[in-house]
């Protein structure tokens, strides 16, 4: 059996979905993270309530990313912003879109996001 084995280093949005994504492929995967928990930064995003992302059609997300847009292209081939708010969804996440088709949870809570994709990992 070739298993990889992978270390992701920050255990923050971006350390646990490469986490995640990594053990979906097949990898056994250590995540490392040197605050006391996963996502502390995403506590602060939306002041406190998590944007998550935003709800427009990916043409429009991606006019928007000033520098070099096509540098995406092959991220969000793999999880756009309608994949992002899917995952957060099944993993019971409700979600809400505000003025300027920001995504937040119902819930209001940082906390809400945090915990399912820690629920995500888990189920990984």
């Not at 605050?35 to 406190?48: C, H, P, S, V």
């Not at 709800?55 to 292209?73: G, T």
Request: net charge positive; proline share 2%.
């Amino acid at each position: 059996m070739n298993l990889k084995q992978i270390i992701v280093i920050g255990g923050g949005a971006a350390g646990m979905m490469a986490a995640l994504f990594a053990a979906r492929s097949g990898a056994k995967v250590l995540l490392l993270e040197r605050n006391e928990k996963l996502g502390k930064k995403l506590y602060i995003t939306g002041k406190g309530r998590c944007n998550a992302t935003n709800a427009v059609e990916m043409e429009q997300f991606q006019r928007n990313i000033f520098r070099n847009p096509r540098f995406m292209y092959a991220s969000f081939a793999q999880l756009d912003n309608r994949g992002l708010m899917e995952l957060l969804e099944k993993q019971g996440v409700p979600l809400k879109v505000e003025r300027g088709n920001r995504v937040f949870p119902v819930s209001d809570k940082a906390s809400d996001v945090i915990a399912a994709l820690r629920r995500a990992l888990e189920d990984a």
